[in-house]
Structures are given as C-alpha cells and as structure tokens.
Nanobody
C-alpha cells in the first residue's frame, strides 16, 4: 500500500511562483512513474506533468511547458512541481499520482495511475 501526501499549495498573484511537494510512503520502485494532475472548478481532471521515479524521462502538458518543472528525489520518495509564471487559469486542486505499471514512457491519462493524494489547492489571482 502506498500513500501520497501533497503540500505547498496556496494563493498567489498572476506571474508568481509556487512549489508543490508530494511525499510517498510505502514501497516504491525506480521504474514507477509519478505525475501531477489538476482539476479546476467545473472541469475534468487533467494531466500536468510526469516523471519516472528513478529519474530521466519527463512529460508535460502543452499548457504548462516552459512554466512548470517536475522533479523527484528517489531516495526521499518525494516528487516536486515548480510552478512559475502562474496564470489565473492554473487555479485548481493539484493531485499527486503514482503509476506502478511497467511502461516505456509516462502516461498522460489519469486511468493509468493507481494511487492518488488528497490534493492541494492552488489559487492564482489576476
């Protein structure tokens, strides 16, 4: 059993930055993939970014490329998301997720991820 706990959300003005963290407890593997998804008001949950737990390949949604950076610390079982140049449309609950299925690359679909955190709110004011 794996538990994921997010932290770091908050209220920020447009153009500002935040850093989200996700701590994983339980057994994990370097072959797993961590991801961040988000769900804005009245919207479907959407993919943001993913990274292989052991390092290397990353994947980003087009809407966040160049602004958000995903990173991981395998030894500490944490994954971070640096959010820069935030926009009001980035307002959402951000969720950390874990995919334990062996894959050649990270998935961008939420149905691939078996474990989820409780979410952390990010609000960007204009």
């Amino acid at each position: 059993q794996v538990q994921l706990v997010e932290s770091g959300g908050g209220l920020v003005q447009a153009g500002g930055s935040l850093r989200l963290s996700c701590a994983a407890s339980g057994r994990t593997s370097s072959s797993y993939y961590f991801a961040w998804f988000r769900q804005g008001p009245g919207k479907e949950r959407e993919f943001v970014a993913a990274v292989r737990a052991g390092g290397g390949e990353t994947r980003y949604a087009d809407s966040v490329k160049g602004r958000f950076t995903i990173s991981r610390d395998f030894a500490r079982s944490t994954v971070n998301l640096q959010l820069n140049n935030l926009k009001p449309e980035d307002t959402a609950v951000y969720y950390c997720a874990l995919d334990m299925t062996p894959r050649s690359s990270p998935s961008g679909t939420r149905y691939a991820y078996e474990y989820w955190g409780q979410g952390t709110q990010v609000t960007v004011s204009s």
